[in-house]
């Protein structure tokens, strides 16, 4: 289905008819097609790093859940940057192969966000794809702020709680404030602000630190590591060279 034939994208008819796409090979044609030539290059650059990195550390099952959720989780960021609904379904892969690797490491406030990704994120766009991806993105106004504020703060108080009191992290602050950072940026996904960027640069510099320090202290996975630090690129092509910059820009010279 092209991006204008749906009408909202939220009766039932229409979010069968999502779903179904998922099993068509226009639904990954359309996915993959139309990015900005530096999201591709971006791309290519990015697996090659991934994997070049996990088989430098050798292939074990946490190196290989790694390497395939980092693939997958960075190929589905630059579907976000591409406003391509695909990102729903490889999210929806990632989250759960990161989520194991982050269970194995304690970073459980990681898991939490995650999962709220699939959830918020991965779910809504396989479901609602051709909705939010016909909506308007919007530049940054009192109800964004208001909705991120709230977010942010509601999300911390609950993820350093459990970090310290029910599923004891060896990273507390760090674990909760990187989540709640992402937590936040995704809210801001779905609302469809363009400001969603500074967010998930902030959170990727937050993961870096995370995995990082989880990786010196043992449990080392510098394939997440690399993994986030491709995250920033895809952060900065967004702020900055993609339709969310130039959507922004054309409201702006109206």
């Known amino acids: ?83 391509r ?56 106004d009192n109800h964004g702020w208001i909705l991120a504020s709230l977010t942010a703060v509601v999300a911390f108080i609950l993820l350093y709680l459990m970090d310290t009191h029910l599923l004891i992290s060896p990273r507390p602050v760090i674990d909760a404030l990187s989540a709640t950072i992402g937590i936040t940026g995704a809210v801001l996904t779905v609302s469809k602000y363009r400001s969603q960027y500074w967010m998930w640069t902030l959170q990727g510099i937050m993961s870096v630190t995370l995995w990082g320090l989880t990786a010196l202290q043992g449990d080392a996975n510098w394939v997440l590591f690399a993994t986030y630090i491709l995250y920033l690129g895809n952060d900065v092509l967004g702020l900055f060279f993609s339709p969310w910059a130039r959507a922004i820009k054309a409201e702006m010279n109206k």
């Not at 900005?36 to 190196?63: E, P």
């Not at 892969?93 to 269970?103: G, R």
């Open 1 to 83: 289905m092209a991006e204008n034939e749906t009408t909202n994208g939220f009766s039932w008819p229409e979010v069968k008819e999502n779903m179904k796409q998922i099993f068509t090979w226009s639904y990954y044609k359309e996915g993959f097609s139309g990015w900005d030539r530096s999201s591709y290059v971006w791309l290519v650059i990015g697996l090659l790093v991934i994997v070049t990195t996990g088989l430098a550390h050798g292939l074990n099952y946490l190196s290989v859940m790694s390497m395939l959720g980092g693939a997958i989780g960075f190929t589905c960021t630059l579907a976000i940057t591409a406003n």
């Open 85 to 140: 609904r695909i990102n729903g379904l490889l999210g929806f892969i990632s989250a759960v192969l990161i989520s194991i690797v982050a269970f194995h490491s304690k970073n459980y406030s990681d898991i939490v966000v995650q999962m709220i990704y699939l959830v918020t994120l991965d779910l809504n766009f396989m479901f609602f794809g051709n909705a939010w991806q016909n909506r308007k993105i919007k530049a940054m």
